[in-house]
């Protein structure tokens, strides 16, 4: 009897723990409950919050990108027959000049002689087809931008037949040029090979050398510069720039057995005029100083502003020579020296490590009379 009560009793406490237990556990759960509830309910209004601020935030950013004075001059208005040009052509245009220039370098690596000149045929009718549809791009769109007068009587279909004809009559002159271009090319060639004594061969050069990389841009880009086709040079020594680290204006005049010794940071004017043989190494600018400006205090364009270079010129690293100087026939730069004044032929212009102030030595070449 004594062992009965007590079992119940046992009983009776495990029962009433264990309703103790589920009230409690009830308890928790309700109170976890609320407290997700409240949580979620201040990230309900907090995300409905944010997708308010971002929603104002994007709607004020556009209303202030579409005022037409903040994109005055920034934006081109489509028409059709006037599109731009494209960059993933242009790249095109390159590879497949560099291509013909320089057979087995670029572009296919397996050359066979016995069908090289029919592989020459069919890149050079592809070059030509993508020259004219990137410099009737060019055209139209120059056109287009300045508003030329001669076209003003027309509609658009007849200025974009004048447009094509005038691209086509331009790229078949470009082509033209091709073997003089790879002639003028091989003696750059020459340059870089003799001028490197790390060099072992021409393929060193042509493969890997970022001059001749340059050099081959710049010489495409000058002879359409030459043709006045617009857009389409200026872009394509830009993609040069990107590639090499060498800045040359498509409007410069640079002779035979140019070289230019590792070449990062070069700069060449657009009026710049180089003659043969010379070399310059890396980090020089032939640039402009102030220029001249106008009635209205714009900077007065298309005047000569860079410098003259003559043949047999050395040029060495971070030399800057600025303005519409000459220097002479034979002349040596040395390195980290700003030059304002004509250097005589044969003249060699250094900086000694002694020197303070920027004072700077220059020796006159002694006369053979």
Known sequence: MFFQVCLKSEKSKLLTIRMASNLDFSLFTLHFSLKMLTFAQKLYITEKMSAKTLADTLTRTVEELARP???KDLYHEHNDGVPLPSGEVLQQIIDLTREIIFPGYYGRSCIDTNTLKYRLGVDTEQLYSLLVTQIQAGLSFSNFEQGTAVFAAYNQNTINMEMRRMAEERAEKFISKLPELRRVLA???????????????????ISCYPVIKELTVYRIAHELWNLDVPLIPR?????????TGIDIHP??????YFTIDHGTGV???ETSIIGNNVKLYQGVTLGAKSFPLDEDGNPIKGIPRHPILEDDVIVYSNASILGRIT????AVIGGNIWVTKDVPAGASITQPAHALGGVV???QAKSNN
């Open 235 to 243: 872009m394509l020594t830009e993609m040069a720039h990107s590639e």
């Open 361 to 363: 030595t220059v020796t």
């Open 327 to 330: 220097i002479g026939k034979g």
């Open 267 to 269: 700069v060449i004017g």
């Open 187 to 205: 003696t750059d060639v020459v340059a870089a090979f003799n001028g490197d004594p790390a060099a072992k061969n021409y393929g060193e050069i």
């Open 251 to 256: 409007g410069a005049t640079i002779g035979e």
């Open 69 to 71: 004075e903040s994109y």
